[in-house]
């Protein structure tokens, strides 16, 4: 598959690793790269360390994963350092993926991070289970709209904004990001759920209630694309349930530009190479000569 371009970022591939898995250290990042992937997003990284949430912050269901990690981070300080490593040891580029409590944090970070170099930056505003920032301010257009347009005012590389699907609107929330200078809209984040186990009454997580992912949020996550492509004028990157190269496919058909794949790498690592592989040999045996061609098809055949 030959290189593409996606808001403003030279992709290897379309399918990318999604912020939170395998994000952590310079080292895994570079793997993930190694691994397949057509470009890489780290763990959201924030102002101060962060903990995170007490354990059990992660299971995994019959369909899917429920996790409250709570955006544990060492701050984007201790961080600068292992972006630095993944930017020169990878060969895809690397989106650093960014959050704060409010706009000045929000540049704080951004502003902190600029000089390692990033191709981008996605500024997560969708977290469902960290008070105070991702969701808590997602679900504000307003916020989303002044938090996008101070990053956007302080860097020189596209900004990417991931969404939350808890909203009743995400067209709004979305269309706030694009009028602010959003480059791309990364949908979805996880969805707001909860589990009990029911021996002892007790919830699950030590948070109570996290988000699910895999292959329960799925349509969830094509019809936040499907809206989404259908009224803003940038590239949609998808993500949400993602595991092999058909759910890509559809993905791409709902109007995404390009994927991001998360819980499907705690089953292999090797899984987005899989799925880019399994695009480019449905292309080639579907006629078509290169992915651009099949973004938002579906629109086209209603």
Known sequence: MNNMKVAGVNLKNPVILASGIMGTTGASLSRMAQSGAGGIVTKSIGPRPKKGHKNPSMVKLDFGYLNAMGLPNPSYSEFSEELRIAVEKSDVPVIASIFGGNAEEFVEVAEGLMGESPAAFELNVSCPHAEGYGASI??????????????????????????????????????????????????????????????????????????????????????????????LDVPIIGVGGISKWEDAIEMIMAGASAVEVGSAVYESINVLGDIARGIDTFLEDAGYSSVEEIVGLTHRRI
């Open 138 to 231: 997602g679900v504000d257009s307003c916020l989303v709209e002044a938090i996008t347009a101070a990053v956007c005012h302080v860097v020189d590389v596209p900004v990417w904004v991931k969404l939350t699907p808890n909203v009743t609107d995400i067209v709004s929330v979305g269309q706030a990001a694009v009028d602010a200078g959003a480059s791309a809209i990364v949908a979805i984040n996880t969805v707001r759920g909860m589990a009990i186990d029911i021996y002892s009454g007790y919830p699950v997580l030590g948070n109570r209630f996290g988000g699910l992912s895999g292959d329960a949020i799925r349509p969830i996550a094509v019809k936040c694309v499907y809206d989404l492509y259908a009224a």
